[in-house]
Antibody, heavy 119, light 110 residues
Framework: EVQLVESGGGSVQPGGSLRLSCAASGFTFSRHWMHWVRQAPGKGLVWVSR????????TYGESVKGRFTSSRDNAKNSLYLEMNNLRVEDTAVYYC????????????WGPGILVTVSS | QSVLTQPPSTSGTPGQRVTIPCSGSSSNIGSNTVNWYQQFPGTAPKLLIF???QRPSGVPDRFSGSKAGASASLAISGLQSEDEADYYCSAWEDSLNGVLFGGGTRLTVL
């Protein structure tokens, strides 16, 4: 059974940093591109980043480009999101998600982790 | 704001057929496949339709998808109370080199 479990969320002040982790199991993690998607309270889904299967290439949404960095450790079946210079508008539930075969086709999602940016 | 446009809400009565449209452009829906997700409050999204009209194992055939040009739609027939949820379309965006989501449509079963 495919499982994705996020951790590392919490409350942080504006300008601060946080590192999210996603533990993957139940599939060959190293074969899949992975995504981070976020959802602000009461709002819709917004794509954050995508990383290729070996971790050498990442792309980002405009609102996080230059502040967020995605990485992975295939030996540990783990995905990471380093978030710097956090803003109030980054407050959201962050989902780790698996891509399936075609770019952008996400087939499994983690339960999500809440990040709150507030002074 | 979302580049994929969905109505914020729709409703139907049990047994009815409802459709949820999703409008995009040539650089997303027009040149890539569309996926649909179902999300219940407080839970993660679930893949409902992929590649425009394919259902993952376990998704009832009451759910169907279609695409024409730069627009897509999700249809739900034989509406049931448990279908009350938020529905999102998504597609790859060539200029972004990333994923676009629609703004989401909240379905209410009256």
């Amino acid at each position: 059974e495919v499982q994705l479990v996020e951790s590392g969320g919490g409350s942080v002040q504006p300008g601060g940093s946080l590192r999210l982790s996603c533990a993957a199991s139940g599939f060959t993690f190293s074969r899949h591109w992975m995504h981070w998607v976020r959802q602000a309270p009461g709002k819709g889904l917004v794509w954050v980043s995508r990383i290729n299967s070996d971790g050498t290439t990442s792309t980002y949404g405009e609102s996080v480009k230059g502040r967020f960095t995605s990485s992975r450790d295939n030996a540990k079946n783990s995905l990471y999101l380093e978030m710097n210079n956090l803003r109030v508008e980054d407050t959201a539930v962050y989902y780790c998600a698996r891509e399936w075969i075609i770019p952008g086709r996400i087939d499994y999602w983690g339960p999500g982790i809440l990040v709150t940016v507030s002074s | 704001q979302s580049v994929l446009t969905q109505p914020p809400s729709t409703s139907g009565t049990p047994g009815q057929r409802v459709t949820i449209p999703c409008s995009g452009s040539s650089s997303n829906i027009g040149s890539n496949t569309v996926n649909w997700y179902q999300q219940f409050p407080g839970t993660a999204p679930k893949l409902l339709i992929f590649s425009n009209n394919q259902r993952p194992s376990g998704v009832p055939d009451r759910f169907s998808g279609s695409k024409a040009g730069a627009s897509a739609s999700l249809a739900i027939s034989g509406l049931q109370s448990e279908d009350e949820a938020d529905y999102y379309c998504s597609a790859w965006e060539d200029s972004l080199n990333g994923v676009l989501f629609g703004g989401g449509t909240r379905l209410t079963v009256l």
